[in-house]
Nanobody, 114 residues
């Protein structure tokens, strides 16, 4: 089973940037989809961005600010987050989907605060 490990979270001021990384223990081609989700306390985990065969998808609130990318050679998926807002504060999770099953990393926390 391929495992996913996120990194790159931290504390950043509003307007700042962070780049999240997700490294898979095997090839990301094992998965049909690669996604980034986020979760805040008391709310369900929500899709932020995803890689699809016909191009990336984004949740409306992050369009134009976040960019998802992948590097097959290094088994990595990235989430570049720019112009961060207070409401982007959450734990961010990398996820891979294969045959209807989701595989999750343990998450990396992002705190946007002045």
């Amino acid at each position: 089973q391929v495992q996913l490990v996120e990194s790159g979270g931290g504390l950043v001021e509003p307007g700042g940037s962070l780049r999240l990384s997700c490294v898979a223990s095997g090839s990301i081609l094992y998965f049909n989809e690669m996604n980034w989700y986020r979760q805040v306390p008391g709310k369900e985990r929500a899709l932020v961005a995803g890689m699809r065969s016909n191009g990336p998808i984004y949740e409306n609130s992050v369009k134009g600010r976040f960019t998802i990318s992948e590097d097959i050679a290094t088994n990595s998926v990235y989430l570049q987050m720019n112009s961060l807002k207070l409401e982007d504060t959450a734990v961010y999770y990398c996820s891979g989907r294969r045959r209807g099953m989701d595989y999750w990393g343990k998450g990396t926390p992002v705190t946007v605060s002045s």
